[in-house]
């Protein structure tokens, strides 16, 4: 059975940091990328950075360069997102999800739980 789950969310001040983990199982890890996505109440999911497993490439949004870091560790099967200066807009559940490829933000299969990010001001 194909998981992703995502843990490490929680409540920070604006400015402070979280790191995010999506334990991926099911699936051979490095024939993906794999993407992480948030949801803020009343707005559209949107795609935050993808790292691809293969080759180790990267991708952030423009709202996230720079604070966000995207990382992986193949022998662990688990992805990270490294979140600094966190800003209040940055309070969304955050999602993992498979991709073909970081140029794309279809994802392979369904959502998971995702974990909740809330900043404070």
């Known amino acids: 059975e194909v998981q992703l789950v995502e843990s490490g969310g929680g409540l920070v001040q604006a400015g402070g940091s979280l790191r995010l983990s999506c334990a991926a199982s099911?699936?051979?890890?490095?024939?993906?990328?794999i993407g992480w996505f948030r949801q803020a109440p009343g707005k559209e999911r949107e795609g935050v950075s993808c790292i691809s497993s293969s080759d180790g490439s990267t991708y952030a949004a423009d709202s996230v360069k720079g604070r966000f870091t995207i990382s992986s560790n193949n022998a662990k099967n688990t992805v990270y997102l490294q979140m600094n200066s966190l800003k209040p807009e940055d309070s969304a559940v955050y999602y993992c999800?498979?991709?073909?490829?970081?140029?794309?933000?279809?994802?392979?299969?369904?959502w998971g739980r995702g974990t909740q990010v809330t900043v404070s001001s």
């Open positions: 099911g699936f051979t890890f490095d024939r993906y990328a």
């Open positions: 999800a498979r991709t073909p490829s970081c140029r794309t933000t279809i994802i392979i299969g369904s």
